[in-house]
């Protein structure tokens, strides 16, 4: 996991700081909230599935790339406003659509909500039922799968974030925390010492979330949309989106 990291981190730092743009060439803001693996800055540098995904299409577009990081709500209301040109990560919803352009096909449409445990308890965790055993630690807010997020029997423990939540299960505070599989499995491959106490589990939910990059209806840049929708599905073809997913999936 350590060695999977400084991979990440060389390969970040060998990307020049910002791609060089021809004189006449367009250059979309692009509003960076963080969300890792999908969306940071690493080592002062934009990085993540989104942004190697957007700087691909945006090369073979022959556009430039201006990152703005920020966070969620600020970006929101950056694309609200026209501030911005475009942003990744987005959830198709109809208050949003009101000032977004959204990008289809989504370049990322899969989810999965895992639950870790320590290593003498994560192999036993095998069905749902296993669970009401159990003190689950869940992300204040974070919502996962019905059958889970509307059980008031089971015995749940809101934790403040993905640090909160692996330091309350290796101090034995809870028995198994549900956490983004994507996510969780970077904040391990990135904190050696919990990774090795720690598994995960073979009771796993997967689930349809498609996930869009989306232009600002005030952006200029707005009528692009079209070009980058027909990229995308070129990037899906031949193979690109998913090379970058798994540069970034530590446990394949």
Not at 49 to 71: K, Q, T
Not at 124 to 132: A, D, F, N, V
Not at 168 to 186: C, H, K, S, V
């Given at each position: ?6 991979m990440?981190i ?20 692009v ?75 989504p ?16 192999k ?9 055993a159990?003190?689950?630690g ?14 008031s ?10 640090d ?26 990135a ?42 599905v ?19």
């Open positions: 996991m350590r060695i999977f990291c400084a990440i060389a390969i970040i730092l060998a990307l020049p700081l910002k791609a060089a743009v021809a004189q006449d060439q367009d250059v979309l803001i509003a960076l909230s963080s969300l890792p693996p999908w969306k940071m800055m690493l080592e002062s540098r934009p990085a993540g599935i989104d942004v190697d995904i957007l700087n691909e299409a945006a090369a073979r577009m022959r556009v430039g790339l201006e990152f703005r990081p920020a966070d969620f709500g600020t970006c929101l209301k950056w694309m609200k406003n026209g501030q911005a040109d475009i942003m990744t990560g987005l959830l198709m919803t109809p208050a949003r659509e009101q000032y977004l352009t959204y990008v289809t096909p370049y990322a449409t899969q989810t999965a909500s895992a639950f870790y445990a320590l290593k003498h308890r994560a036993g965790i095998t069905s749902y039922e296993h669970l009401r159990l003190r689950v869940v992300k204040r807010g974070e919502k996962h799968f019905p059958q889970f997020d509307i059980d029997a089971l015995r749940k423990s809101q934790v403040a974030s993905m909160d939540g692996f330091k309350r299960l290796t101090g034995n505070r809870i028995q198994t925390f549900i956490a983004n599989e994507t996510q969780a499995d970077w904040w391990l491959a904190h050696p010492k919990t990774d090795a106490l720690v598994n995960k589990a073979p009771l796993k939910y997967q689930g349809y979330q498609p996930m869009h990059f989306a232009f600002s209806k005030k952006s200029r840049h707005a009528d692009r949309a079209d070009q980058l929708s027909k990229m995308l070129r990037l899906i073809q031949d193979g690109t989106i998913d090379a970058v997913l798994r540069r970034y999936s530590p446990r394949q």
